[in-house]
């Protein structure tokens, strides 16, 4: 009876929260109608709580209650504080495209830097055009995933992004989220499609202006890699201390395509990243690799589902945890080969390290194959470092930190190899460095 | 002033006494062997002198340069000049033996407020020592130790030893598993670090190795101690005899 009286109440204050931000969500007509109907969805199941099996380890409905009202949109003062930390994310040479408490920011982007082939417009200008209704529907699909329904019935802005055939982009595309408001969410949505035989990187990064807390994100991103494509997709969380960050991406890769994907989460109190990979084209290559970085009581989730769709796809996926204080890791991995699949090729490796003895990982490697001829492997491994390797380089005159940080960096440093742009990979390390600097 | 004076040491693992109320002096310039028998304890007393954390020192005392070692960290002993030749290195997957060389040094020095080596010198020192020792450069830029051989991970030890510089020297079978060329090298590297203010302590099983190092001092070490000490002839003894003689009371 109790629940029942609590979810309606929750209930309640999710219908306000869309009732309030109505008249702020761009698109009419048939995109108000998806918009009511991923609403609706979301209203049926609510947050996800730890009864959902995708969701058991991240019980969002204990873990945050409740979503926040929405993010104003950003004021003068706002873009001033959001363009310093753009300015601090910013990796080299990329061109940025900001969005600034969930709104577009055309004036803190690299529009005119933008390459030959390479077209950008915002989800609001895609949504209130009626003749990108098509694709309009697109950017909102859904899952069956209430984060997701959410997103779609709230989202104010995004990027929608589309590479012509054979374009070969030679600047990384760098999406910054920057959050400048308090006690609020924002809502944005992307939309990324590679044409057949493009080749880019994409580097999306989260993060907030000085003096930002307890915000709360919901980003999702839609990617379609085209037949002989590929794309290098990588995403930096390095949100506020006690924000919370929940991303989605559903991503289909064409024949003979390849996606290379990289997560990495540093900070934030409660982060999920969830991939959603379909291997939609025969032979088509996937690289998912992520290293998290979880200190105080941050709660980290990477949920990776890859769907074997077709024959002869190959998946490598490689993801590392690091756990100190009270930290929690949550890594689920499923890999899903469909009937007919047949010479599938898919390897799930996870480890965490955990650097104390409150910090806590939880991994869930999942199989589920329904064809003959397939060779699909997992392995996990969950430890502290090693303390005859820690003695050993003591014993040479290194401080126990400076051995644990080295011994971290080892350990991270698989995943992180696997970034095939240079200064993105030097981006990722440098954080990386960051973080272990703070444990000195 | 001995450099290490080890004064009736008991110690062990747990409830476990390995060592038995140890003697030893070392003076700067000496050579000291340790002979004994497996499980006598001489790796035990080369961890507990280089600072390995999970032993128990019930009584006794360690001094190195007149400073009471047991109080103080690994990391503190090998900046004071300590080194242990590990008997086992270990390997560490992802650390360059270039890397690891570095941070040990500039760490070393960082202790001793001396100024990190640059760049190039740090450089052109290590492939100097690496090129006396008979390691190829390209195993320095592999992972520390991984896949090395044997004999590889010893030279290694060796390697580090003679750009550490250190003032005591501790080598826990150095011996084991170096093929006759690999121990002339090794010995060779040795020998070329001893010197008036460096002391060694080799802990060896055979007397190969203290013919290419000449010891001033050889010790019997059983049942956690040291049962007799003497000139280098105490090694051919040993190597007649056996062990024996010495494993009734001191
Ligand atoms: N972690 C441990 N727990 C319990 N006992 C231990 C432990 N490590 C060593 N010992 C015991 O302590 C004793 C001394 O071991 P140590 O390794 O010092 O011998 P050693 O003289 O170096 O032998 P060797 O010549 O075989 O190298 C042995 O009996 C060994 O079993
Ligand atoms: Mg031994």
Redesign the interface.
């Known amino acids: 009876m109790k629940q029942i009286v609590a979810k309606a109440a929750a209930g309640r204050a999710m219908g306000n929260l869309f009732a309030a931000a109505h008249g702020r969500l761009p698109g009419s007509g048939p995109v108000a109608h998806i918009r009511a109907r991923a609403f609706e969805a979301y209203e049926r199941a609510g947050l996800p709580h730890r009864r959902i099996e995708a969701w058991k380890y991240t019980d969002l409905r204990a873990l945050i209650g409740e979503v926040l009202p929405l993010a104003p949109r950003p004021d003068a003062a706002a873009l001033v504080r959001a363009a310093r930390s753009v300015k601090q994310a910013a990796a080299d040479q990329a061109v940025k495209l900001v969005l600034v408490d969930g709104i577009f920011a055309p004036e803190l982007s690299d529009v005119g830097r933008l390459e030959n082939g390479v077209d950008v417009r915002s989800l609001r200008e895609v949504l209130e055009n009626s003749a990108d209704s098509a694709i309009a529907a697109l950017v909102l699909s859904t899952t069956t995933d209430a984060v997701i329904s959410l997103n779609a019935a709230m989202a104010t802005d995004g990027l929608v992004i589309s590479i012509a055939e054979g374009r070969a982009v030679k600047r990384p595309i760098q999406i910054v989220h920057v959050a400048t408001g308090s006690l609020v969410s924002t809502f944005t949505r992307s939309y990324l499609q590679l044409g057949q035989g493009a080749h880019a990187a994409v580097l999306e990064s989260f993060v907030s202006a000085e003096g930002t807390s307890a915000y709360q994100t919901n980003d999702a991103t839609i990617v379609l890699v085209g037949d002989e494509a590929s794309l290098s997709h990588i995403r930096l969380a390095a949100d506020a201390a006690d924000a919370v960050n929940i991303s989605s991406g559903i991503i289909a890769v064409g024949a003979g395509a390849r996606l290379d994907l990289f997560s990495m989460t540093c900070s934030g109190s409660i982060s999920r990243y969830q991939g959603f990979v379909t291997l939609a084209g025969e032979g088509s290559e996937l690289s998912a690799n992520g290293v998290n970085l979880i200190r105080h009581k941050q709660h980290v989730d990477t949920t990776i589902v890859v769907d074997h769709a077709v024959p002869h796809c190959t998946s490598r996926e490689k993801f590392r945890a690091v756990v100190d204080d009270c930290g929690r890791s949550v890594f689920q991995g499923r890999i899903v080969v469909r009937p007919g699949a047949q010479k599938t090729d898919a390897t799930l490796t996870t480890r965490a390290l955990l650097l104390s003895d409150e910090a806590e990982a939880d991994n869930k490697p999942e199989l589920e194959i329904f064809a003959e001829d397939v060779t699909c492997r997992h392995g996990s491994t969950l430890g502290a470092l090693?303390?005859?390797?820690v003695?050993?380089?003591?014993?040479?005159?290194?401080?126990?930190k400076?051995a644990q940080a080295?011994?971290i960096?080892?350990?991270l440093?698989?995943p992180i190899e696997e970034i095939a742009t240079e200064n993105l990979r030097d981006l990722v390390s440098a954080q990386a460095e960051h973080w272990l600097l703070a444990r000195r | 002033m001995a450099l290490l004076e080890v004064r009736d040491l008991h110690a062990g693992i747990e409830d476990c006494e390995i060592l038995r109320g140890l003697d030893l002096t070392v003076n700067a310039g000496e050579v000291h062997a340790i002979m004994g028998p497996n499980g006598s304890g001489k790796s035990t007393l080369s961890h507990i002198i280089s600072g390995k954390p999970g032993y128990r020192v019930s009584t006794g005392r360690i001094l190195f340069k007149d400073e009471d070692l047991l109080a103080m960290e690994a990391d503190e002993r090998a900046a004071k000049g300590v080194f242990l030749a590990f008997q086992y290195p270990v390997e560490i997957p992802g650390v360059t033996t270039m890397n690891f060389l570095r941070a040990a040094l500039n760490a070393q020095r960082g202790a001793r407020a001396q100024k990190e080596f640059s760049t190039p010198d740090f450089l052109k020192r290590v492939r100097e020592v690496a090129k006396s020792l008979n390691i190829p450069e390209g195993v320095l830029k592999r992972g520390l130790n991984v896949g090395f051989s044997g004999g590889e991970k010893k030279r290694n030890e060796i390697l580090q030893m003679a750009l550490l510089e250190p003032s005591l020297c501790i080598l826990d079978e150095i011996d084991s598993g170096l093929d006759i060329d690999a121990l002339r090298i090794v010995a060779d590297g040795i020998n070329a670090l001893r010197s008036p203010e460096r002391a060694m302590i080799v802990i060896t099983h055979y007397r190969r190795l203290l013919d290419y190092i000449e010891p001033d001092v050889v010790h019997v070490m059983s049942k956690g101690q040291v049962r007799k000490s003497g000139g280098k002839e105490l090694a051919l003894e040993l190597e007649a005899c056996g062990y024996a003689q010495f494993e009734g009371a001191a």
């Open positions: 090693d303390g005859a390797l003695f050993y380089m003591r014993a040479r005159g290194l401080s126990e400076d080295l011994l960096k080892a350990f440093g698989e």
